[in-house]
């Protein structure tokens, strides 16, 4: 905020898990816009990592010391935050600073937040519409009014750059632009109340992130006219992430927001098994994982008369969505879904739901794959520190290969020749042919010839073609089927540089150039028309790594997270995890090789990172280790997808 806020002392009681509050008067300084007051409720209480015993008793003499808000990991895991009532005779400026700061605690319905409002407000004030997340938390001024006569009435406005919105649905936003919002108070009993509320909640970022987390819910993919043709049937998951409040009962929140459906960008390729407005059950007030680490969950009479196969669907979305929630590093053990009188649906061990894993779409890859100082394909194994040419024509002499994808079980391969003319898909099998060419570029050189291809987990191959006279983005079922184009509006005239699509085929991850630039999109894959005439499209591109003005390559990492390497305005290069939605991945910085022209990642998170640097080639990241050099004169390195 501004320098009032900055200069007041802000009282949060902050309490461990568990831990009991104390009674205890506090009484804090004054100061230049400093909020000074009695309080009669515990107000102040720290219980941080460091004191390993628990809470240490309050004491009985000292300063009283600024509680922060920045995040501290240490601290953070183990404490609450609770707001401040408003203090008597607060004028508006502090009155609207205390109320931002009340919006910020691990209340489950905001009711010291709301204190600060009249009652009328109270009552209509969303918080979970929308929010805001800014740089910094929001500067705050009184606006003269020449409206209020009486002197009744006056007008706060609160200020700041925007970085993102997070909707009703929980969806984050990369939104950066500037932000202004007047909020209106009025006198009620001789004290000032806020009687025009912001839109739901405004945080600063540090705040924002110490307070929500991001979760993955699970829906199903639609794959229109692909279904018959997939290879692993039609039970594929796609995750939708989306932000809940860390320590206000994750486990319930996460699965309301599954029950509400898929986020509006990723609604219209996917699909739930859960029947249309099914809720939790009635009296249903917190979901919890058990002693044998299952979770049961109610539902509302909507649901009372789904099938058992459909029920094991609903289940399994259920369990990945809520896998990672639990306390600890113990695996999810199952899911128990039960009717509105208590009665079971269905039951789904963590073992049974392994057919519908997203794992079983990505594959467990058995190697990481390149093209060497020849133009073959060469693979190694992580606990190899050499490779060997791949069987089949791509690793003998000759090969001329320039980039290369692996089919998720690692049994096909294609490859784009080094001038980018053309693309081959062979057999990763001693004996196998190279066969015909499967698509032709006519851009007359390696950088407006083809992209480097990408499979998904269904069979399908992507490429485009970076033909200025006919730029396209194509994709060919089952890898050898005649290639199908892809309408692309949105490229509002940039052209794809390379591309990496997800393995559950819903999403495409694209570098696109314009204006001097290449920047990273993502877009939605839908699937419409006739198995026999297949109409594919890529909708609704929008950027993911905004602080990137420069992005040089990209690969999946996990269900909804990329790794990408690039440049903030006039920086040196930077590699990095992002979300599918935009909002930084919670994941340790990695420390990147320099000049990284190509990146490559497992959705498998415990694999290790490969890249091609300018100056030593291939190198390859192990956990817990440094970059280590494979092959200073290899290229174009990939994992299976």
């Known amino acids: 905020?501004?320098?009032?806020?900055?200069?007041?002392?802000?009282?949060?009681?902050?309490?461990?898990?568990?831990?009991?509050?104390?009674?205890?008067?506090?009484?804090?300084?004054?100061?230049?816009?400093?909020?000074?007051?009695?309080?009669?409720?515990?107000?102040?209480?720290?219980?941080?990592?460091?004191?390993?015993?628990?809470?240490?008793?309050?004491?009985?003499?000292?300063?009283?010391?600024?509680?922060?808000?920045?995040?501290?990991?240490?601290?953070?895991?183990?404490?609450?935050?609770?707001?401040?009532?408003?203090?008597?005779?607060?004028?508006?400026?502090?009155?609207?600073?205390?109320?931002?700061?009340?919006?910020?605690?691990?209340?489950?319905?905001?009711?010291?937040?709301?204190?600060?409002?009249?009652?009328?407000?109270?009552?209509?004030?969303?918080?979970?519409?929308?929010?805001?997340?800014?740089?910094?938390?929001?500067?705050?001024?009184?606006?003269?009014?020449?409206?209020?006569?009486?002197?009744?009435?006056?007008?706060?406005?609160?200020?700041?750059?925007?970085?993102?919105?997070?909707?009703?649905?929980?969806?984050?936003?990369?939104?950066?632009?500037?932000?202004?919002?007047?909020?209106h108070l009025t006198r009620t009993d001789s004290e000032w109340r806020i009687d025009g509320p912001p839109r739901g909640l405004v945080l600063g970022q540090s705040d924002f992130q110490r307070i929500y987390r991001s979760v993955n819910k699970y829906y199903f993919a639609d794959l229109g006219p692909d279904a018959e043709d997939s290879r692993v049937g039609e039970s594929v998951l796609v995750a939708d992430p989306v932000y809940v409040r860390r320590r206000v009962d994750p486990v319930t929140?996460?699965?309301?927001?599954?029950?509400?459906?898929?986020?509006?960008?990723?609604?219209?390729?996917?699909?739930t098994s859960f029947p249309g407005g099914t809720a939790l059950g009635r009296r249903t007030e917190k979901l919890a994982l058990d002693d044998s680490n299952a979770l049961k969950v109610r539902l509302s009479d909507r649901a009372a008369h789904v099938g058992g196969a459909r029920c094991a669907r609903m289940a399994a979305q259920t369990l990945f969505t809520v896998q990672d929630l639990g306390e600890g590093s113990s695996e999810l053990g199952g899911v128990r879904l039960e009717r509105q009188d208590g009665s079971e649906l269905c039951a789904l061990s963590s073992d049974a739901a392994r057919v519908y894993a997203p794992g079983g779409v990505e594959g467990q890859p058995r190697h990481q794959y390149f093209v060497d100082s020849r133009h073959r394909m060469v693979r190694l194994s992580d606990d190899e520190d050499g490779a060997q040419p791949v069987p089949g024509p791509f690793g003998a002499d000759g090969a001329g290969l320039g980039s290369v994808a692996v089919s998720r079980d690692e049994r096909d391969a294609a490859g784009v020749t080094a001038d980018g003319s053309a693309l081959y898909v062979t057999e990763l099998a001693s004996g196998a042919e190279r066969g015909k060419i499967r698509l032709r570029s006519q851009g007359g050189s390696p950088e407006h010839g083809l992209t480097a291809p990408s499979w998904d987990g269904l069979g399908g191959l992507w490429v485009a073609d970076r033909d200025p006279e006919r730029p396209r983005l194509l994709r060919l079922r089952g890898g050898t089927d005649p290639a199908d184009e892809v309408r692309l509006p949105g490229l509002d005239g940039g052209r794809i540089t390379a591309l990496r699509v997800s393995a559950d085929g819903a999403r495409i991850a694209m570098l696109v150039k314009r204006a001097g630039h290449t920047t990273l999109r993502l877009g939605r894959i839908e699937r419409r028309g006739t198995a026999a005439a297949p109409k594919l499209s890529v909708r609704e591109l929008h950027p993911i790594a905004p602080k990137l003005q420069d992005v040089d390559t990209v690969s999946w990492a996990g269900d909804s997270r990329l790794v990408v390497a690039g440049r903030e305005s006039h920086g040196v290069q930077q590699l990095q995890y992002v979300e599918t939605d935009g909002s930084p991945a919670n994941v340790p910085e990695v420390p990147g090789p320099s000049g990284v022209e190509a990146v490559a990642a497992s959705e498998d998170q415990t694999r290790p990172l490969i890249a091609e640097t300018r100056e030593n080639g291939i190198v390859r990241l192990r956990p817990n280790t440094d970059w280590k050099t494979v092959d200073e004169d290899g290229s174009a390195p990939v994992y299976p997808g």
Not at 28 to 43: E, F, I, V, W
Not at 154 to 177: C, F
Not at 253 to 271: I, N
């Open 1 to 183: 905020m501004g320098a009032d806020r900055a200069d007041r002392h802000r009282f949060r009681r902050h309490v461990p898990w568990g831990a009991p509050g104390r009674s205890r008067g506090l009484k804090g300084p004054g100061g230049p816009g400093s909020r000074s007051r009695a309080l009669s409720t515990p107000t102040l209480l720290v219980c941080g990592a460091l004191l390993l015993s628990g809470c240490a008793s309050m004491p009985d003499r000292g300063d009283v010391r600024r509680v922060d808000s920045s995040p501290r990991a240490d601290i953070d895991s183990q404490v609450r935050v609770y707001g401040v009532s408003p203090g008597k005779g607060e004028q508006p400026a502090e009155l609207v600073s205390g109320f931002l700061e009340a919006t910020t605690s691990d209340e489950e319905n905001f009711g010291t937040a709301k204190e600060y409002l009249t009652k009328a407000a109270a009552g209509h004030w969303e918080p979970f519409a929308a929010t805001t997340v800014l740089e910094q938390a929001p500067d705050v001024r009184v606006e003269t009014d020449p409206g209020d006569r009486d002197g009744n009435g006056k007008t706060v406005v609160l200020s700041g750059t925007r970085i993102a919105t997070v909707d009703g649905g929980h969806a984050y936003r990369p939104d950066a632009a500037p932000y202004e919002e007047r909020i």
């Open 253 to 271: 929140a996460t699965v309301k927001a599954l029950l509400d459906g898929p986020t509006g960008w990723l609604k219209p390729v996917v699909s």
